[in-house]
């Protein structure tokens, strides 16, 4: 099968900024399957003819099945600046997603505590108090609805691994196709509904206002709210 070219949606000398498709890697991980990371250094290899080893490292990340935007640094001065950003939680991340059925509330914040569970590299939410549980926030709301389900836009408070998708499914609207978290239909299970779209910082080394956004794939529910 062969590969998509790189969806670039921001470059400079500092920073390269893409548009992941779902399926696709963040990093490395046992799988040995080909990363985003792999791909944006081919690009800057091919674009630029450089030999060698190219430096480029994630500055945030997003699960496998999950698609949009990603920042990649390809400095060590930005990506030193960018994780401080991140850190200090400089950096906007919002995302849409298409849950099943209609969040009782239009708009809402959710809190939960989340355990990640290694063996099944699953998370749960547990308890407050609950040794090694994070907390996690996010706040969404309700942008319209389809007839498959609502269209949520959520905007993240805190960055836990699978937080969106385990928040959602805690309080009954799974994403649609995730199966991992709830989602029990037949239908939609190649992907999920799940889409960073937007991501909004200050560039770390130029110190002007970056405003991202990413296209959402070319699948069936995503066509409805294009």
């Given at each position: ?134 907390k996690a926030i996010l706040k969404y709301e309700t942008s ?13 408070q805190t960055g836990r691994p699978h937080q969106i998708r ?49 296209a959402y794939p070319n699948f069936p529910l995503w066509r409805?709210?294009?």
């Amino acid at each position: 099968m062969s590969q998509k070219p790189l969806s670039v949606l921001y470059e400079d000398n500092h920073l390269l900024v893409v548009n992941k498709p779902n399926g696709i890697l963040s990093q490395g991980d046992n799988t040995g399957d080909k990363t985003i990371l792999d791909m944006g250094k081919d690009y800057i290899k091919q674009k630029y003819n450089k030999p060698g080893d190219v430096f480029l490292h994630p500055v945030s990340r997003i699960d496998r099945p999950v698609s949009g935007a990603i920042i990649l640094a390809r400095t060590s001065k930005g990506l030193s600046r960018m994780t401080s950003l991140i850190k200090e939680r400089q950096i906007e991340k919002r995302y849409t997603a298409i849950v099943v059925g209609r969040p009782t509330m239009a708009k809402d914040t959710l809190e939960h505590y989340l355990l990640k569970i290694q063996t099944n590299n699953t998370v749960k939410v547990v308890k407050s108090g609950t040794a090694k549980a994070k907390k996690a926030i996010l706040k969404y709301e309700t942008s319209y609805v389809l007839k498959e389900g609502a269209v949520l836009n959520i905007q993240l408070q805190t960055g836990r691994p699978h937080q969106i998708r385990v928040q959602l499914a805690k309080i009954g609207h799974p994403i649609i196709g995730d199966g991992k978290y709830g989602y029990r239909s037949s239908k939609h299970l190649d992907f999920i509904y799940l889409h960073c779209r937007t991501l909004r910082f200050e560039h770390p080394v130029k110190k002007e206002p970056i405003l991202i956004k990413a296209a959402y794939p070319n699948f069936p529910l995503w066509r409805q709210i294009k």
